[in-house]
């Protein structure tokens, strides 16, 4: 049976060979890739999520951004912020 989201008609891949398969595609799999390329090794990751793993797509990068928004919300609805929009007269 297909997974949601996957094309159930996707051609597969041309047979080739790698000296390392890597499982997934997040930091630890670019690390392991960049060690065997520096051994003079091949590698082919693989992804079942999305590209880039969980730091990208949901962990480091979104997280930061969601904190920055909340910080600049709450600073706009401090009593401090508040009180000098209203010493401005707007
Ligand atoms: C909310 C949040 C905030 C974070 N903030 C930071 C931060 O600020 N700084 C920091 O250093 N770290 C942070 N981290 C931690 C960071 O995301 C992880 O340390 C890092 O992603 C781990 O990398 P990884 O490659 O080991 O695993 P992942 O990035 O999780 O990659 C594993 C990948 O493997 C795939 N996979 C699993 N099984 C298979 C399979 N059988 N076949 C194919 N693919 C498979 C998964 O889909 C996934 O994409 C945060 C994490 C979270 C959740």
């Given at each position: 049976?297909?997974?949601?989201?996957?094309?159930?008609?996707?051609?597969?891949?041309?047979?080739?060979?790698?000296?390392?398969?890597?499982?997934?595609?997040?930091?630890?799999?670019?690390?392991?890739?960049?060690?065997?390329?520096?051994?003079?090794?091949?590698?082919?990751?693989?992804?079942?999520?999305?590209?880039?793993?969980?730091?990208?797509?949901?962990?480091?990068?979104?997280?930061?951004?969601?904190?920055?928004?909340?910080?600049?919300?709450?600073a706009?609805?401090?009593?401090?912020?508040?009180?000098?929009?209203?010493?401005?007269?707007?």
């Open positions: 049976m297909t997974k949601p989201g996957l094309r159930p008609n996707r051609r597969p891949l041309k047979q080739a060979h790698y000296d390392l398969v890597i499982l997934g595609s997040g930091s630890t799999a670019f690390a392991a890739a960049l060690r065997a390329q520096a051994l003079g090794k091949t590698s082919v990751m693989t992804e079942e999520r999305t590209t880039g793993g969980t730091c990208v797509n949901r962990g480091c990068l979104p997280s930061k951004n969601l904190i920055e928004a909340a910080k600049i919300i709450h706009g609805n401090s009593h401090r912020t508040r009180k000098n929009i209203q010493q401005l007269g707007v």
